[in-house]
């Protein structure tokens, strides 16, 4: 009897373990079929990189400057993306933004944002009704199926500009005849002596306007005693002064002549007169000859 009991008392010791283990088996199988249940019947978008929930896209918000805009004025478009019940920016979303009117497409750009907020600039060159469209193509640098946020946009006419009347353009000056300028004489006369030769250089420079058509040296004091002239030259007295006039060509901006006269003096001073055609002195001077 005592061997029976004990027995029994053996086998009931060794099934309770084992019946703890069944039923926690069969507790955690019951657990996981619930959890597969739920996971397959949660609403998701299928992309190339696996499932997102719906509930990963952020919303879109929008906001212009100027907040009513005119026709023809550049407008800034403002763009959060937010994820939902947060405040805060959802960075790194890619997005299509286009603006549309009439059924048209307008503008349309691809962009994407590290920061969760973007701006864009366009012109929109004529009043009425503009549909904003912003498309989100990638989350966090993943496909995902495009979801798209419409905006309305309402352009006016821009104001009126009052127009003042024209004040009559008063009667121009009358046009004055132009007066033809007066000849310019720019010479430069040296000269230098050899014993009792002086030999005195006429030039002619560049910015002249009038040419030189005689050419008289004077001496005072000491009268030349023979004067020599360029070739082309005439020579006329040798009293007080000598007067050279051009026979053909006279002296031209540019050119240079070349007079000699024979005298007693040393360093002597020279009067000298540059003529016109008429014999009307257009300039004069004095200068020393340099010793040779």
Known sequence: MVGKKSGRMLLTEINLPIMAV????????????VATSQMVNAESIPNQYGSMQSATYPEVHLQLAPSKPTAGQDVTFSITFRNQGSS??????????TISKDGSTV?????????GTDTVMQKLATDGTYKITVTITDIDFKKVEPRSSDFTVTVEKPPMQEQ?????????PPVKEEQPAEPKLDVRVQAKQIKDLIIVRVRSMDDSTADVYGFQISIA?????????????????????VTFTAAN???RHGDKQFFMLKVDATKPVIEWKALGPDGDVMAEGSLTPLLR
């Open 22 to 33: 069944v039923l926690s088996s069969i507790l955690l199988l019951q657990s996981l079929t």
């Open 221 to 241: 004091g000491s009268p030349p005693k023979a004067a020599k002239g360029p070739k082309g030259w005439e020579k006329e007295g040798l009293t007080d002064a």
């Open 88 to 97: 805060m920016p959802k960075s790194h979303v890619d997005y299509k933004f």
């Open 107 to 115: 503008f349309t750009t691809a962009k994407h944002t590290h920061s």
């Open 164 to 172: 003042t009347p024209q004040k009559e353009a008063p009667a121009p």
């Open 249 to 251: 060509e006279p002296l």
